[in-house]
T-cell receptor, first 115, second 111 residues
């Protein structure tokens, strides 16, 4: 398997524009996570899915953020409208075992810069 | 509030030397503790996962220890190499999918 695949790797956009980040989890993994990483706050969980169903979205900062998982092999994180404070690296991760002891595999991240 | 504190924040060592990174946590309940290595511009990669009953685990030149009584963990790197330059992140799980991340120790290995 190629691992967790994210696109785009880099995105530069202007304030107010819509941003869509994409993720393909590892085949057979039932859980998918979206994280945001900044220098100040480290890695923060935004939302996670189990079998394509959102389970916990308490980390989503505000209504401008939304995430979907239409099928087991694809998820999107959308920011609309984007703001400069949304600039960060966004990681997607997946895990097979949701019981807490399985290995969490991360993608390479999408670096977002909002001007 | 569950917290994971790592020290030092950054560290510079010479190639071939050993080093130890520290992680203190207040997460409760405790399920397992993980160490990740994150190269610049890349995603984190798992090094070790330790449950309550494990007090040491090795992965090549990386050895993690866990003291669940004092809620402390360390990651020891032996005979460091330039490729060990990275951020090392300690992550503590309450169980299920509740993970608390430390902010990492930035390690630089120099010639």
């Amino acid at each position: 398997d190629a691992g967790v695949i994210q696109s785009p790797r880099h995105e530069v956009t202007e304030m107010g524009q819509e941003v869509t980040l994409r993720c393909k989890p590892i085949s057979g993994h039932d859980y998918l996570f979206w994280y945001r990483q900044t220098m100040m706050r480290g890695l923060e969980l935004l939302i996670y899915f189990n079998n394509n169903v959102p389970i916990d979205d308490s980390g989503m900062p505000e209504d401008r953020f939304s995430a979907k998982m239409p099928n087991a092999s694809f998820s999107t994180l959308k920011i609309q409208p984007s703001e400069p404070r949304d600039s960060a690296v966004y990681f997607c991760a997946s895990i097979q075992d949701g019981g807490g002891t399985g290995e969490l595999f991360f993608g390479e991240g999408s670096r977002l810069t909002v001007l | 509030k569950n917290q994971v504190e790592q020290s030092p924040q950054s560290l510079i060592i010479l190639e071939g030397k050993n080093c130890t990174l520290q992680c203190n946590y207040t997460v409760s309940p405790f399920s397992n503790l993980r160490w990740y290595k994150q190269d610049t511009g890349r995603g984190p990669v798992s090094l070790t996962i330790m449950t309550f009953s494990e007090n040491t685990k090795s992965n090549g030149r990386y050895t993690a220890t866990l003291d669940a009584d004092t809620k402390q963990s360390s990651l020891h790197i032996t005979a460091s190499q330039l490729s060990d330059s990275a951020s090392y992140i300690c992550v503590v799980s309450e169980g299920g999918n509740k993970l608390t991340f430390g902010t990492g120790t930035q390690l630089k290995v120099e010639l």
